[in-house]
């Protein structure tokens, strides 16, 4: 998969910007407050219609103005898609081949982006969320499935937290929203298991081309029942026995969305106990690991690097540079960086308000 083309118009601090992209290393570089991160925030918006950066769609159009726009043209084998996005204040609509997209699981099947950012080196000391994120992002994508029983989970989630937070609940409601939540937990679980399995055989491969070293590199799943023969009992009882805590709290406190993962370096964990380049490399390694499930050669995500060269040292630079070279697309970003053979994209300082 290659995103060849991508126009962005009153976009962050770009008024109007028209780029072409090659296949393997794509560098940006540019001073601070040029806009490289607002380039490969496009690129990714391109995959599921939202900004990596945790803000509202209004807040990507340059201020003062109305709408701001994203096109591009992504190529997939011999296969080639011309994707338009407007955003405006009140929402955003996104056309392919000039279709509009309602679904955007339908959106993140055109285009495949794997992401690493700075706060990234924080990804297993810092909160479950961005964890399970991790997990349902890539799931999602790779099987469709997933995602519906994702779907399906949440409304079941939120109609049985309506229910606690009412105060005066209908209990026979209550225990029909809690068998749907196991229901659909199980499925769920199953996938998360088998995903973390997979990337456990990658990771190990990774992590020794990033760093030389052969180490013991593990992902650990804790699905908050371990699929059993009588999962569906022991997910019930187990919701019984927090019913007077979730009433209290007026929230559901067990369940697939609260799961976690954890990784261990050598035998101890590495949110707790590895040092930060540690943390960075782990984390590295983890979320490009998806981009060696997807068996399709046409169909290898694009690869965004997104400031993760200044922290690293000339040989862990040099390793990351040459494994690198196995990807179909890769955009790396960096204040002044130079890598034999890559593309280069140079920007200039931006005075323009954004």
């Known amino acids: 998969m290659i995103v060849k083309t991508l126009l962005v118009r009153d976009f962050r601090n770009h008024t109007s910007k028209d780029f072409v ?53 992504v190529i997939e084998g011999e296969l080639k898609r011309s994707i338009r996005i407007l955003i405006t204040k009140k929402g955003r609509s996104v056309l392919v081949n000039g279709k509009k997209v309602s679904k955007l699981s339908d959106l993140a099947k055109c ?8 706060k990234d080196v924080l990804l297993f000391r810092g909160s479950p969320r961005d964890r399970r994120n991790f997990l349902d992002i890539n799931l999602s994508k790779q099987f469709p ?14 109609q ?12 026979n409601l209550l225990k029909t929203t809690t068998e749907l939540l196991v229901k659909y937990a199980g499925p769920i679980i199953n996938y998360r298991a088998m995903y973390v399995k997979d990337i456990n055989d990658i990771l190990i491969k990774i992590t020794r081309a990033l760093t030389g070293v052969k180490e013991a590199i593990e992902i650990h799943y804790k699905p908050f029942i371990p699929m059993s023969s009588d999962y569906q ?6 919701f019984n026995r927090v019913l007077d805590s979730d009433l209290k709290h007026k929230a559901t406190s067990i369940g697939v969305h609260r799961e976690d993962i954890s990784v261990s370096l050598n035998g101890r964990d590495i949110g707790t106990y590895g040092s930060q380049g540690e943390n960075r490399l ?18 290898k995500p694009v690869v965004v690097l997104d400031d993760v060269m200044s922290e690293l040292d000339d040989i862990h630079q040099k390793r990351l540079i040459s494994f ?3 990807f179909s697309q890769v955009f790396i970003t960096g204040t002044e960086l ?3 053979g890559a593309t280069q994209i140079k920007l200039k300082e931006s005075k323009e308000v954004f």
């Open 21 to 73: 992209f090659e296949p393997g290393i794509n560098v940006i570089t540019g001073p601070n407050a040029s806009g490289k991160t607002n380039i490969v925030e496009a690129v990714y918006y391109l995959s599921l219609a939202r900004s990596f950066r945790g803000v509202d769609d209004e807040d990507l159009i340059t201020r003062g103005l109305e709408y701001a726009e994203i096109k591009s043209q």
């Open 111 to 118: 285009v495949n982006v794997l992401l690493f950012e700075p």
């Open 145 to 158: 499935l997933y995602l519906e029983y994702m779907t399906r989970y949440d409304q079941a989630l939120r």
């Open 160 to 171: 049985r937290n309506e229910l606690l937070k009412s105060g005066k609940y209908d209990e």
């Open 233 to 238: 009992s022991q997910a019930l009882e187990a």
């Open 282 to 299: 782990v984390a590295l390694a983890l979320k490009i690991s998806p981009y060696f499930m997807v068996k399709d050669e046409d169909k």
């Open 324 to 326: 690198l070279r196995k």
């Open 338 to 340: 130079e890598i034999e």
